[in-house]
């Protein structure tokens, strides 16, 4: 079944309007015609599942057959991810989608290097966003996360009150496995995390004072190996292992 993105706003009616680039992949990549079928996320959970009406040259209308709203989310999970490099960037965002994250947040510390600032940096978010969108699409994801920043460290901080269990990716520090540090709130709350924060720093780590900063907040080391992974890596593997305890059949 093809997919496509519209935002909310415009989800309301039974008769949807594919434009832009949206269109132009229905109709001339795809090729889609008269009574075809399709399903249009609008990035807040719902499904709706359509067939197409008429396709014009610069447009493609879609007649709403039902609506479907997916699960929710067990927890929300934000991601805390200093900026990578422009090669590794992208190829992240799609994999953060893939593996269910609610918000990511662009953070820069005192090891990141800017990829633009300025108007520039607004185009650069655009595109974040559209990468974003394009990976629901291709993997079915039903709730779009949200992308915030780049902030500074600071800013970033101060999100702090949004979760109940932050989890960190440190060198040299004293690390525990995904699963003890869950296991640990389990028993001390009697149930999973409602909101977890998972940190990853920039190649190179954090700055001594970006480290003292997150433990002192009560930040969670986590285990994810033997070896050190590159930025991109370690945030799959976290997010993946995050996604893991989540899921995972509680007993009491």
Not at 13 to 23: M, N, P
Not at 230 to 240: E, H, M, N, S, W
Request: net charge neutral.
């Amino acid at each position: 079944m093809h997919r496509f993105y519209l935002p909310p706003e415009v989800c309301n009616t039974r008769t949807l309007v594919l434009t832009g680039a949206e269109a132009h992949h229905a109709a001339r990549v795809l090729r889609l015609r008269r009574g075809d079928e399709a399903v249009v996320l609008d990035g807040c959970g719902r499904l709706l599942h359509c067939h197409v009406s008429a396709v014009q040259a610069h447009q493609v209308e879609l007649i709403v057959e039902r609506e479907e709203m997916a699960p929710s989310p067990v927890a929300q999970v934000t991601l805390f991810q200093a900026l990578p490099k422009h090669k590794t960037w992208d190829a992240l965002l799609a994999k953060a989608v893939e593996l269910g994250v609610s918000r990511i947040v662009v953070v820069m510390t005192e090891h990141t290097i800017p990829h633009t600032t300025g108007e520039r940096q607004e185009r650069q978010r655009a595109r974040w966003h559209q990468s974003l969108v394009e990976a629901c699409k291709q993997c079915g994801q039903a709730w779009l996360p949200s992308l915030t920043g780049p902030c500074s460290w600071t800013e970033a901080l101060a999100l702090w009150p949004k979760c109940e269990l932050h989890l960190a990716g440190l060198l040299a520090h004293r690390m525990l496995r995904v699963r003890d540090h869950f296991a640990a709130f389990r028993q001390a709350n009697g149930r999973l995390p409602r909101t977890v924060g998972l940190w990853i720093g920039p190649e190179g780590d954090y700055s001594p004072a970006e480290t003292a900063a997150l433990l002192e907040r009560g930040a969670c080391p986590i285990n994810l190996g033997p070896l050190v992974l590159r930025v991109d890596t370690a945030a799959i593997a976290a997010l993946a292992l995050v996604q893991d305890e989540l899921r995972a059949p509680q007993t009491p």
